[in-house]
């Protein structure tokens, strides 16, 4: 297992295009922040284009712009649909616990449909949670911001993008067929029967335990519960870099480093994003989770014992994602 953890990966290319692209989709948002001293503001596009981070190929310019057009910003449109509602839900009690757990299960079932939709749950799921906890901010500023950084990553993406053969896509009835076929196996609810049982544990002990950042428990869980990649060695592998990325992240926002450094850390971490996906998933949780930190802390400056709290619910939240993982393998073995 610790081989495993520590394994590079050379399968997956990964072009000089790609690093500047997830560069600069983080870097403009804070610069501007830093500069105009809009740093709420800044934060929540860079989460924006965060949710935006990877891009297709598609073949030709004219399929590049319909490609853009349509899925991406389809893509765009749930994840900026997902900031919004948890904004929103965030801070309402067990109201908005069970708002957010409701919403998941849905997308949790809804995202079997096709490739396209997964992905767009996944992320919808992800920045669901992590809007719950941006505090007092209005909903709908947050919205507005983060669509302003949504559009600046998919321009981004246009601009950097490279053509590549387009593959053959099931019609919308093989895909009904197919996505109703599997809601009658197991495997079609394997997802949810992962996510929606651990975030409801997850959120309950958010609500019991008051305390800042309660909803890391809520993140840790699906961080680490992913739809695809839910092997025990994928689990671990994000919960260990959860972990270090929080104390990585935690050790930058005690330093209160100067805002240029802010920028600059910012834009190293998201760059490498795309190399550290692809060569080792350990070592991407670890610099993801403190991009995340320092994006959800711009502009404060928690204690001790606020990154000691996020530090706890992380480790709270793996674990209890962690259980549906061995549970299910124990079951297939058996």
């Not at 893509?75 to 900031?83: D, F, H, I, N, Q």
């Not at 919960?239 to 190293?268: E, K, M, Q, R």
Request: aromatic share 10%; charged share 15%; net charge positive.
């Amino acid at each position: 297992m610790s081989v495993h953890l520590i394994h590079w990966s050379r399968d997956t290319p990964v072009v000089p295009a790609q690093l500047v692209t997830a560069a600069l989709a983080m870097a403009v948002p804070i610069t501007y922040g830093v500069t105009t001293d809009h740093l709420a503001h800044a934060s929540f596009a860079a989460l924006g284009a965060l949710a935006m981070s990877h891009f297709g190929r598609p073949p030709t310019v004219l399929r590049r712009f319909v490609w853009l057009a349509g899925a991406q910003s389809g893509l765009g449109a749930v994840v900026t649909v997902g900031a919004l509602a948890g904004a929103w839900l965030g801070g309402r009690g067990w109201g908005g616990a069970a708002g957010v757990v409701g919403l998941v299960a849905v997308a949790a079932v809804v995202g079997g449909f096709s490739r396209w939709m997964a992905d767009a749950t996944t992320r919808f799921v992800t920045f669901l949670v992590m809007a719950t906890g941006l505090g007092a901010a209005d909903p709908w500023e947050v919205a507005r911001w983060f669509a302003l950084g949504v559009a600046w990553a998919i321009v981004l993406g246009l601009a950097f993008s490279s053509s590549e053969p387009e593959a053959a896509r099931p019609t919308y009835r093989q895909l009904w067929r197919r996505w109703r076929g599997k809601l009658r196996q197991f495997d079609g609810w394997l997802y949810a029967v992962q996510l929606v049982p651990a975030l409801a544990v997850a959120e309950v002990i958010g609500q019991l335990w008051h305390q800042e950042k309660g909803y890391w428990i809520a993140l840790a869980v699906v961080i680490v519960v992913r739809r695809r990649g839910g092997s025990l060695l994928r689990a671990t592998q994000r919960c260990a870099g959860t972990c270090a990325g929080v104390l990585v992240g935690g050790a930058l926002i005690l330093w209160v480093p100067p805002s240029w450094v802010i920028v600059a850390v910012v834009s190293v971490l998201a760059g490498l994003r795309p190399l550290l996906k692809e060569r080792n998933y350990a070592a991407y949780a670890t610099v993801m989770t403190p991009l995340v930190v320092l994006l959800m802390d711009l502009g404060r400056t928690p204690g001790f014992s606020t990154v000691g709290y996020r530090l706890v619910d992380t480790v709270i939240g793996c674990l209890i994602a962690i259980v549906p993982t061995v549970l299910l393998r124990r079951r297939h073995v058996g």
